[in-house]
């Protein structure tokens, strides 16, 4: 017969368990890495520098209602270079942030995003709304703001993921004052179904995760309310059911050719360039319109962007945003929190936490990906030069990736790091034949069979 303290200890553990089980996913879904620095590349130069900052998210902490993730906002997949002129990098931003556990609606005046931090992914790094501090000077008949210099009237607002397109390096982000960004979907031009940017070509990067259309997208970060953030695609109807679809944003571009109104008003405002191939429609926020009736379909979002609705982290439901993408998976307008927030703004960047907290742990001896869960592609196949490794879903440990000949020699190995996708095997000094790529995340293993042939 089992002892009393046996059995006490049996119970700690089991509810020890139990209660690991049901922390928030505003706990559990951070990136922690100690052991990974981030890299950059410098303008002229297409191999990495390796930084002495770690990637993605050091601690994170939690009380009742609080939760506080430590982080120097760096990404583990490659930055820069900017081809804008932009001289800054990502730099450290020793931030703490703190976010709710609870997030409430916010059933007042909705309050509008702002400039700078709108909330954080899910790898430290910071996520920005669709602005650039950029607006049209009516007076001058030119941009102001910003980098630009000066200030514009702020009446027609540019829209950052148009206009600063060039200088966003690979993975749809730059730097403000040193603090990394992304303003849109964090995935990488060279994954879209039709690519608009050329930057990739010589400065290859990758995002913290690509889309899939066959599965509901990663929780990819939290924003200033406290809602969870997620990627492109999710169940079509809001209780988890009807397949999976592409989220849509309800905002359309409206049917001007002058910029003199507001969207459903009459009423002048002081007039910004006339609509043309330098300033297309789109270029500015107040060039797009809210279409109220496309929220009766469910997978079109509501004026924040989001909905309610069963997820993957969510079983019971709840409000979620999401990074939106048009049906050649270019960003589409507001991208992703905006321009109102569902809930009410709490979270922020603080400088100490002051109250008890406890410190979550990663769950040990339990692999937090398995290699099923990726659709992994090996790339291109004969290869030559190079081959790619690409794991399709949001890498949450880092994942093996080794290069062995036939006879079972190991020749060649690297990682997909986690928040990450990509791995290459640089093949310039491996001879012509067969080789095993095997994929490994510690528990399991995958492999594929590549011909090398010049």
Not at 10 to 31: D, E, H, M, N, R
Request: aromatic share 12%; net charge neutral.
């Amino acid at each position: 017969m089992k002892s009393k303290i046996t059995i006490l200890s049996t119970i700690f553990i089991l509810g020890s368990v139990i209660v690991k089980a049901q922390l928030s996913p505003a706990i559990t879904s951070w990136l922690q890495n100690n052991t990974v620095t981030g890299r950059h590349y410098i303008n002229g130069n297409p191999t990495p520098i390796v930084d002495a900052d770690l990637a993605n998210c050091q601690m994170v902490q939690y009380s009742a209602s609080w939760v506080y993730v430590t982080t120097k906002g760096i990404p583990a997949y490659i930055s820069g270079p900017f081809l804008d002129g932009n001289p800054s990098f990502a730099t450290n931003q020793n931030a703490i942030f703190k976010f709710p556990l609870a997030p409430v609606q916010n059933t007042g005046t909705p309050i509008s995003t702002t400039m700078g931090n709108i909330g954080v992914f899910i790898n430290g790094v910071a996520l920005f709304d669709y602005r650039d501090s950029v607006s049209w000077q009516n007076s001058t008949n030119s941009l102001k703001g910003g980098p630009l210099g000066g200030m514009g009237d702020g009446v027609w607002n540019r829209d950052a993921v148009v206009g600063e397109r060039i200088g966003f390096d690979c993975s749809k982000g730059h730097p403000a004052m040193g603090n990394y960004h992304h303003h849109q979907n964090p995935s990488a031009f060279k994954f879209d179904l039709t690519v608009i940017s050329t930057v990739c070509v010589i400065y290859n990067s990758d995002g913290l995760y690509a889309i899939d259309s066959t599965q509901h997208s990663p929780l990819i970060g939290f924003a200033y309310d406290g809602y969870p953030i997620y990627g492109a695609y999710a169940y079509k109807n809001a209780n988890g059911t009807g397949g999976i679809v592409r989220m849509k944003s309800s905002y359309t571009l409206r049917s001007i050719s002058v910029r003199t109104t507001y969207a459903g008003s009459t009423v002048a405002v002081t007039p910004g360039p006339a609509v043309s191939g330098t300033y297309p429609l789109g270029y500015f926020k107040e060039d797009y319109q809210y279409n109220t009736t496309s929220t009766l379909t469910p997978d079109y979002l509501d004026d924040h962007n989001g909905r309610f609705c069963v997820t993957p982290e969510y079983p019971a439901g709840t409000y979620c945003y999401f990074a939106t993408v048009t049906n050649a998976w270019n960003s589409a307008y507001p991208y992703v929190v905006g321009p109102t927030f569902y809930g009410t703004k709490v979270a922020a960047k603080v400088t100490s936490i002051g109250e008890a907290t406890t410190t979550y742990t990663l769950p040990t001896g339990i692999s937090k990906n398995t290699i099923k869960d990726f659709n992994v592609m090996v790339f291109p196949n004969p290869a030559s030069d190079m081959i790619m490794v690409q794991l399709n879903n949001l890498t949450k440990e880092n994942v093996s990736i080794e290069l062995y000949d036939m006879s079972g020699k190991l020749v060649q190995k690297t990682s997909v790091y986690q928040g990450s996708t990509t791995a290459y095997i640089d093949l310039k000094m491996i001879y012509d034949g067969q080789y095993i790529v095997k994929v490994s995340d510690g528990n399991s293993v995958l492999s594929k069979k590549i011909l090398v042939q010049r």
